[in-house]
């Protein structure tokens, strides 16, 4: 058994195919089946069932996948342990971000996030909440940054920042500040199903369920709804680094909330093992100086949870 026999196994797990597991791998097919076959004749097992489309983990091989995901989470971190001895940042760091914050945020840290540390590769990818904690999970990916609180113990969160809420409407109101119940939930445009944002907003609102709507659109794109509202079609609630984004007139149909604001909690969550504490100490530094100082005290608002 050796660390590149286990790195197939898991690949195969994940992608539940081994023509893609091998893609990801960077070798042949034939290649990773001859090792991981190497592996089950050692072993006295097998480790998948290849009769079923996708190929899935046999009992013994679920067994096998576990332990294997533990010694390479060692390995990884007596290598990070000696990464850090170094005296610059170097390695890469794995990053999701959800869609609602990553068009609105990512501009803010990146460059001189790299600008700092030219040795260091960030390698970002977009999630909903859901995908980024499984990726954690199975070590895909070194850190998220997603709004919280999580609520799950395999999870550590780091608060960064509190995100304002606002109504972006697409007609105007008697007063200059609203409550959450001057909002029609009739008018209300909304996220699809699996974005923490729909889940706020519902509570926010209060509301058990939708109610009817002549308007429904399935999207996963703040900029649709954003675009919807500005032809005549409803109100949606906005989180305030979007509406840096926006144009006068856009900005015109954005009305705040009575205080205390409501505020999503922005934070940064890892596996509780987690590795790479340096590079996500950095990251979270960047991230922060790019943020309004109104925004990192929750003085004066009410965090929404999921």
């Known amino acids: 058994m050796n660390l590149q026999q286990l790195e197939y196994v898991l690949a195969v797990d994940q992608h539940r195919h081994f023509a893609r597991a091998a893609d990801a791998c960077f070798v042949t097919q034939p290649t990773l089946s001859m090792m991981i076959q190497k592996l089950e004749d050692e072993l006295g097992i097998k480790l998948f069932d290849r009769s079923r489309q996708p190929v899935a983990p046999t009992e013994a091989g679920e067994l096998v996948i576990v332990q294997a995901r533990k010694i390479l989470l060692e390995v990884a971190r007596t290598k990070d ?13 794995r990053v999701g971000i959800i869609p609602t914050l990553a068009p609105y945020l990512a501009h803010r840290f990146v460059n001189s996030f790299l600008d700092k540390y030219p040795d260091v590769e960030l390698s970002i990818s977009e999630h909903v909440t859901a995908t980024i904690v499984k990726k954690l999970k199975k070590n895909q990916l070194d850190v998220g940054i997603l709004v919280g609180p999580l609520q799950d ?106 205080a205390p604001v409501p505020v999503r909690e922005v934070s940064l969550a890892m596996h509780r093992n987690f590795l790479k504490q340096d590079l996500i100490s950095a990251l979270s530094t960047e991230i922060l100086a790019g943020i309004p100082e109104s925004y990192k005290e929750a003085e004066h608002t009410i965090r929404i949870d999921l």
Not at 81 to 93: A, F, N, P, V
Not at 203 to 210: D, Q
């Open 153 to 258: 113990a395999a999870i550590r969160e780091k608060p960064l920042f509190y995100e304002p809420l606002l109504v972006y409407s697409s007609h105007g109101f008697d007063k200059s500040y609203l409550m959450p119940e001057d909002i029609n939930p009739e008018e209300l445009l909304l996220l699809e199903e699996g974005h923490c944002l729909r889940s706020q907003i519902m509570n926010l609102c209060e509301l058990r369920r939708l109610s009817f709507n002549r308007l429904n659109y399935q999207t996963g794109s703040l900029e649709t709804l954003i675009n919807l509202v500005a032809t005549g079609n409803g109100v949606t609630i906005l989180p305030a680094l979007a509406v840096d984004s926006l144009n006068e007139d856009q900005r015109s149909r954005i009305f705040p909330f009575y």
């Open 81 to 93: 342990l000696l990464r850090q001895r170094k005296e610059t940042l170097t390695g890469t760091l």
